[in-house]
């Protein structure tokens, strides 16, 4: 097992232009949660799947951002209409229930710079 | 609702010297609560969790953290500092359902040789 992946690592766009994030799970784990990170910050919780569900989205997540993991597998975390205040780093972590609770295996994550 | 204060956005410490690392949460259920250390441009490792368990939690790399209901502390602890050491830490709290994740702000650990 590798560890949950992300793609791509970096990610420079400009305001206005569409971009897309990919996690990729630790391959037995049902939950897949996305954070949104700044410089200085904890990560921010953004939404997370259950299987193919999306079951909890943060009020931080507005109607340009759009998260998908549609066989239960994989996740894309698209942003529409680039603003430079999304520059941040985008972590991808994922979960499988155990013997108390969940945890949380992180992504390296991808960096977005808006220019 | 619920939420981590960690206290101190910098802290430094001798090689060999005691970390400390403080974290306070709030939590209007059983709350579950981690600590995770971030190495610059990469994502989270946990160090150690509690889950309503034992109280004194041993982590990696000789961290533990001791959970505190009366105080509502969960603090990271380590008895000698090392060189490696020097990253970012941040302390988390769930539900224990996992339905979210609440981070604090972090705290950046200085190792000064």
């Known amino acids: 097992d590798t560890g949950v992946s992300q793609n791509p690592r970096h990610k420079i766009t400009k305001r206005g232009q569409n971009v897309t994030f990919r996690c990729d799970p630790i391959s037995e784990h049902n939950r897949l949660y996305w954070y949104r990170q700044t410089l200085g910050q904890g990560p921010e919780f953004l939404t997370y799947f259950q299987n193919e569900a999306q079951l909890e989205k943060s009020r931080l997540l507005s109607d340009r951002f759009s998260a998908e993991r549609p066989k239960g597998s994989f996740s894309t975390l698209e942003i529409q209409r680039t603003e430079q205040g999304d520059s941040a780093m985008y972590l991808c972590?994922?979960?499988?229930?155990?013997?108390?609770?969940?945890?949380?295996?992180f992504g390296p994550g991808t960096r977005l710079t808006v220019t | 609702a619920q939420s981590v204060t960690q206290l101190g956005s910098h802290v430094s410490v001798s090689e060999g010297a005691l970390v400390l690392l403080r974290c306070n949460y709030s939590s209007s259920v059983p709350p579950y609560l981690f600590w995770y250390v971030q190495y610059p441009n990469q994502g989270l490792q946990l160090l150690l969790k509690?889950?309503?368990?034992?109280?004194l939690v041993k982590g990696i790399n000789g961290f533990e953290a001791e959970f505190k209901k009366s105080e509502t502390s969960f603090h990271l602890t380590k008895p000698s500092a090392h060189m490696s050491d020097a990253a970012e830490y941040f302390c988390?709290?769930?539900?224990?359902?996992?339905?979210?994740?609440?981070f604090g702000t972090g705290t950046s650990l200085t190792v000064i040789p």
């Open positions: 972590a994922s979960s499988v229930q155990g013997i108390g609770g969940y945890e949380q295996y």
């Open positions: 988390a709290v769930s539900d224990q359902a996992g339905n979210q994740f609440y």
């Open positions: 509690y889950t309503s368990a034992a109280t």
